[in-house]
Every structure is written in structure tokens, then in C-alpha cells.
């Protein structure tokens, strides 16, 4: 049968658009295409709504509205059902993210948008201490925020006609806050990690933790999809500019990029900073295990030498009773002891502050190397690993030896200038309850007895 021109021309059409329906690959496209809207009018503001959390996941039964600037996309395959916003295009105070069942989110809510939520009928949440609103989900009784279906997304969330240009929050990574939640930053002057330079970003359909590091050894996660178009692409090699949505884990920043033009990483490395020094002129100076107060009980550093020593990798261990293995650390790091001064060292600082009336240098928890009961051994060890200095003999319970100073306190002579790896009984002066081994059998209570902080 021969076709006339009208039905040809019907036929083209038809095939027309089945071939470009075809040629889409997998892709959701059930959102209505009339999105966009210029009439709605926000009525609340985002602390508005968060304030309205009770401890519990709820559904928001009121007609508020909230207007935000996307700050994410899923374009690229490194974000997936959840669109990240903020409340205002420079300088936003706060951040939030609804979690969506839709892929291909950037088609209708392009980054660096703007878009309006109605918020009645979502749930508002809280997981790791950040907010979010989406659909929801029931888990062994308890209701969380979930993926918002897709067949409703066009309910409540709306594209603004309107086009404005998202200007990232200049911030460094000692600055970051939780304020920053969800919006879009940039961070100069940072580079991946030696350790991990020559890697890809991401191990192929895994998340993956990569590490920003700036010249003055502050940190960030960058995390990447295994999912994403740049999975495979190796890490830059430089020191450079990023551009990310800063996401959070209650204390712990991550940062996410949009894609690879996100990165501008064309300068040169930082120059390496020695933050790490050793040291035969940091040593124990006094063990404090008060007779009449166990809480008070403390470990003295001294420093002999004329300048500051960073404390960066250093370590104090202790080694319980006969114990071979070490029982507990202490981690000195991000500390510094100054010249010809003594270093602190408290398993409860609000008692220590109470007994002695001054803080300790540094506060750590009980069962702690700073915490014998005086039949331990105590060991000092530099960034290196080094054994620096030692006060007992690692592997010889304390009791009834020249190394026991319970219900007193062991004090190094003042004429000691320099950390002893070996211990020396000559070096110290020693009381406790037993006065076995050449020790004094004198008891000490506190604060009376003793000198934290004094070197005598």
C-alpha cells in the first residue's frame, strides 16, 4: 500500500521521537516538565524549620516554604538522591539537603539554581547531628528521613525562573564550621597527601576517602564516588584551588566536588615542614600517686633545653605491673613544652585544678598513662619511635623494687639534664609505702608533698 504525504510526514514524526526516547540511557524522567515557577513566596527560615525538631523524625504538617541555591549535582555521578542547598547565593548562614529517589536531579534542579520546597507532608530529621527533609522509612520501629518518591518530587519542589550565580564561601580548612553544612566552598591552597599521590579517586563502585592537606598540615576527607564519570582519573599531582559542597558527620568535614573543573590544583607543591623533632632533653621529671587522693595523681615532662620542643608524634606509654605489652598511650601531639619548663599531665584535670589550684597542661582520661597507681612502668618516645626516657624496668612489676612509688611520688634529681633511656635508680628520688629497694618508706599526700610544675 502506497503512503500520501500527509501520513509520511506522520510516520517521520513518530519514529522521530521514538528514536530519541531510545537513544536515553537509563534514565528517570517521570518529573513533569512544568517545575518551573515564579509566583511562590518563602514564609520561613531554615533555623525556623530546624528548630522545629523534637529529638524525633516528624512529618512538617505546616504550609511553609523555604527558597534555596543548589549547590550540588549528580552530573557527574558524585552525588546520588539527595540535592544539597543553601539560603542565599554569597555569604549563606546555613545549609540543608532533601533526600530524593531521582536520578539525573541536575536536568530539572541544575547546580547553582534556585528553587523553592514546600515543606508540608516531608519529614524533618537528624542524622550525625545534620538536618534533612525528604520522604521516609521505618527500620526496627524507628523512623528515619528517606528518599523523597520520585512520582511526587514535583510537588514540592519548584525551579525558580530566576538565574543567579553561586559565589563559594572563601574558607581554609582550620576555619571550616558547621554553619558551612551543605553549602558550596573553596578552599585554596591545599593538595592531596604524599601517601596518597598517584592513586585514582575512587576504587570502582565504592565511596572513597581521599585526604586534602594545606601547607600547615591541616586536614580534609575528600570523598568520591566508585559510581562516578572521574572514578578512574588519577589524584592531582600539584597544590591548588578546590570548590566542593562541605558535608559533616557531627564533628568530621568532608568536602565533595560537582566534577573535575571543581579542581584547579596548576601550583606548585607546599614546601615540607619538619613538625617532628626528637630530643634528649625532654624526660620524666616527677610520678605523682598520692597517699590520701588518687585522683590527684599526675606525670611531669621537663624540657632542660633553652628553646620550645613541639610535641608533634611524641608519646607516653605505660606498661601495667609485669606487662610486656604497652597498657596504655598517651599521644602528645599538637602540644608544646617551652624551654626550661615543666609539662602537666592530668587523669582528671577538674580534680588536679581542685588539689594543686592551677590546670594542667594537658587533661586525658583514667586508666591513662598518667593514671599508675605506682607499680608501672612509664616509657617516653619521640615522633621516631625512639625509647627517649624510662622510669622502671619494663616487664618487672614495681611492688617491692627500687621503681615502686605508690602512695607517694618517684622525683627526678635536679642535677638530671638529659632523658635516660636505661632506667637508673641513681636519678631519682623515690618515696612510697613499703621503702623497699633502697626507696625512701615515707608516704606523700597532696597537694602538701608535692611540686607539679616546679622543677626542685
Avoid at 564550621?177 to 597527601?193: D, F, H, M, P, Y
Wanted: net charge negative; glycine share 6%; aromatic share 10%.
Amino acid at each position: 500500500m502506497i503512503l500520501n504525504f500527509k501520513y509520511k510526514r506522520i510516520l517521520v514524526l513518530v519514529c522521530t521521537s521514538l528514536v530519541l526516547y531510545a537513544c536515553v540511557k537509563d534514565r528517570n524522567f517521570n518529573l513533569p516538565e512544568n517545575t518551573e515557577v515564579s509566583e511562590l513566596v518563602p514564609n520561613a527560615t531554615y533555623s525556623e524549620v530546624k528548630n522545629r525538631f523534637q529529638e524525633e523524625t516528624f512529618q512538617i504538617q505546616e504550609d511553609l516554604i523555604i527558597e534555596g541555591y543548589v549547590t550540588s549535582s549528580d552530573e557527574m555521578g558524585n552525588f546520588f538522591s539527595v540535592l544539597h542547598f543553601q539560603d542565599s547565593p554569597v555569604n549563606p548562614s546555613e545549609g540543608f539537603q532533601i533526600e530524593i529517589d531521582t536520578r539525573d536531579s541536575h536536568l530539572f534542579f541544575p547546580s547553582e539554581s534556585k528553587i523553592y520546597i514546600k515543606l508540608k507532608g516531608l519529614y524533618l530529621g537528624k542524622s550525625k547531628e545534620v538536618f534533612k527533609i525528604g520522604g521516609v522509612f521505618t527500620s526496627f520501629g524507628n523512623v528515619s528521613v528517606g528518599r523523597l518518591p520520585a512520582t511526587v518530587v514535583d510537588k514540592h519542589i519548584f525551579l525558580s525562573k530566576e538565574k543567579i550565580a553561586i559565589q563559594p564561601t572563601a574558607v581554609s580548612i582550620e576555619n571550616l564550621n558547621q554553619s558551612l553544612t551543605n553549602t558550596l566552598v573553596e578552599i585554596k591552597g591545599v593538595e592531596i597527601v604524599d601517601e596518597e599521590l598517584g592513586m585514582i579517586f575512587a576504587i570502582e563502585r565504592e565511596e572513597t576517602e581521599r585526604t586534602l592537606i594545606d601547607c600547615n598540615g591541616n586536614t580534609l576527607k575528600l570523598v568520591n564516588s566508585g559510581f562516578s564519570d572521574f572514578q578512574s582519573e588519577p589524584l592531582p599531582l600539584g597544590n591548588g584551588t578546590i570548590t566542593g559542597v562541605l558535608l559533616r558527620e557531627k564533628d568530621d568535614f568532608r568536602l565533595v566536588i560537582r566534577a573535575m573543573n571543581d579542581l584547579n590544583f596548576n601550583e606548585e607543591r607546599c614546601i615540607q615542614t619538619i613538625l617532628e623533632f626528637t630530643s634528649n632533653q625532654l624526660f620524666i621529671s616527677e610520678l605523682a600517686d598520692p597517699n590520701n587522693n588518687s585522683k590527684a595523681r599526675f606525670v611531669e615532662l621537663y624540657n632542660s633545653a633553652s628553646e620550645p620542643l613541639l610535641l608533634n608524634g611524641w608519646k607516653l606509654l605505660r606498661y601495667t605491673n609485669d606487662n610486656i605489652e604497652v597498657s596504655s598511650t598517651i599521644d602528645l601531639s599538637g602540644f608544646t613544652i617551652e624551654g626550661e619548663s615543666t609539662f602537666i599531665i592530668s587523669p582528671n584535670s577538674t580534680e588536679f585544678e581542685k588539689v594543686y589550684g592551677f590546670p594542667p597542661d594537658m587533661a586525658v582520661g583514667g586508666n591513662s598513662a598518667a593514671d599508675s597507681n605506682g607499680d608501672d612502668n612509664i616509657q617516653l618516645i619521640d615522633p621516631f619511635k625512639n625509647v627517649i626516657d624510662v622510669f622502671g624496668v619494663i616487664g618487672e612489676d614495681g611492688s617491692n623494687t627500687n621503681h615502686e612509688f605508690e602512695d607517694g611520688r618517684a622525683v627526678r634529681n635536679v642535677k638530671v639534664k638529659k632523658a635516660n633511656p636505661i632506667y637508673t635508680f641513681d636519678e631519682w628520688r623515690i618515696f612510697n609505702d613499703t621503702g623497699d629497694g633502697g626507696t625512701m618508706k615515707e608516704t606523700k599526700n597532696a597537694p602538701e608533698d608535692f611540686t607539679p610544675g616546679i622543677r626542685n
